[in-house]
């Protein structure tokens, strides 16, 4: 059984840093693209990064290209969010999840092809 397990969030300052964290069960991470989702307060999930099956494949949404990193460490089957220069916008319920790696990665990065949903995990960015 597939399973996701994401951590990490928390309650920052605008400006700091978060790593979250998506640890996978019951399957290796690496067969599938992983993405992280975010869920604003009153809007639908939205995609945030994915990561290809390759590290060197990566995607970010415009809002967050060029302050959030996403990285896979095989080894720990875990896939990680390094997320700077955090705004009060980036608040919210933060998802991972897993896609079969079909087509190219920019264009499968949208929350409709992502299942197998972990519980999230709240961040908070707030003075």
């Known amino acids: 059984q597939l399973q996701l397990v994401e951590s990490g969030g928390g309650l920052v300052q605008p400006g700091g840093s978060l790593t979250l964290s998506c640890a996978g069960s019951g399957f290796t991470l690496d067969t599938y693209y992983i993405g992280w989702f975010r869920q604003l307060p009153g809007k639908e999930r939205e995609e945030v990064s994915c990561i290809g099956r390759r590290e060197d494949k990566t995607f970010y949404v415009d809002s967050v290209q060029g302050r959030f990193t996403i990285s896979r460490d095989n080894a720990k089957n875990t896939v990680y969010l390094q997320m700077n220069s955090l705004k009060p916008e980036d608040t919210g319920a933060y998802y991972c999840?897993?896609?079969?790696?079909?087509?190219?990665?920019?264009?499968?990065?949208?929350?409709?092809?992502?299942?197998?949903w972990g519980q999230g995990t709240e961040v908070t960015v707030s003075s």
């Open positions: 999840g897993a896609a079969p790696p079909i087509g190219k990665l920019q264009s499968a990065c949208v929350t409709r092809r992502f299942g197998s």
